[in-house]
């Protein structure tokens, strides 16, 4: 793999990056992603081609915008390179390989959806339904172009599998999950279960750790209660992307010390 490949990856998180800014901006507002031309939400001066390029544009114009000089939310470069960041390791991570486009599209919706969800507690159905149905062609094309069409079908086992899991929680208890978690579990499924269910249960447990670990340090801090509402679904979201990166080495290890062979297909067998 060449860097090159990797520095246009990379080039293409900021672009993404830039467009997710905007998605989360305007979806959870009901607005189109596409019209009007981006601007300045106090002032509405549309935003020249000059003053929209990822992460320079925030630099050289002081954090400000152009006209009014209001701040410029340090959302927007945050996203734009994180976008880039993960990009670059997903590259790193898989290649020149087939699957690397879908687990590119489902890292972009996730951090999407984790700032919407950190921003208005709120999982949008209009970010959460195309990312699930980009996703999955992305996904039916890699089992075309390899073969791998018993993968496929791991993966709408454990969407379907992670969906009707959180939704008996929900059921159970609508206090402990919203309906937006719901649809992310099911998308969370779909996007992981190419790589193996295992994967799938490495980012519920990690998400669920993590949110348990912030709770107890903010309830410490007496910065939050235990009826103090958290973004659950940006610790999900979180939970899926490490498992995507740092996965393999965990699961390759709980399957050595459980008997490699009881619990699946050797690691090597995993596509990186």
């Given at each position: 793999?060449?860097?090159?490949?990797?520095?246009?990856?990379?080039?293409?998180?900021?672009a993404v990056g830039s467009f997710l800014n905007v998605a989360v901006s305007r979806v959870p507002a009901g607005q189109s992603v596409v019209r009007p031309r981006s601007a300045c939400p106090r002032c509405a001066t549309p935003i020249a081609a000059r003053d929209n390029i990822p992460l320079v544009s925030w630099l050289l114009l002081g954090r400000r915008c152009r006209a009014c000089l209001v701040p410029i939310p340090a959302r927007y470069p945050i996203i734009e390179a994180l976008t880039a960041i993960l990009f670059i390791a997903e590259a790193l991570r898989f290649g020149r390989s087939e699957v690397l486009p879908a687990q590119l599209v489902f890292t972009a919706g996730l951090l999407a959806l984790a700032a919407c969800d950190a921003e208005q507690f709120l999982l949008p159905r209009r970010l959460i339904y195309p990312t699930l149905g980009l996703t999955a062609a992305c996904l039916l094309a890699a089992a075309a172009a390899t073969g791998q069409w018993h993968r496929l079908g791991v993966t709408a086992a454990c969407g379907v599998g992670a969906f009707a899991v959180f939704f008996a929680l929900h059921w159970v208890r609508p206090a402990w999950l919203g309906f937006g978690d719901v649809r992310l579990a099911g998308l969370l499924g779909t996007g992981l279960g190419w790589l193996g269910p295992w994967y799938l249960v490495f980012a519920l447990l990690a998400g669920s750790v993590a949110g348990l670990l912030v709770g107890v340090v903010l309830m410490a801090a007496g910065r939050a209660t235990r009826h103090t509402r958290l973004p659950f679904g940006v610790f999900l979201a979180a939970g899926a992307i490490a498992a995507i990166l740092v996965g393999a080495p965990v699961i390759h290890w709980y399957k050595s010390v459980n008997d490699p062979y009881a619990l699946g297909v050797p690691l090597t067998t995993v596509p990186h």
């Open positions: 793999m060449s860097s090159i490949f990797v520095v246009i990856v990379g080039l293409l998180g900021l």
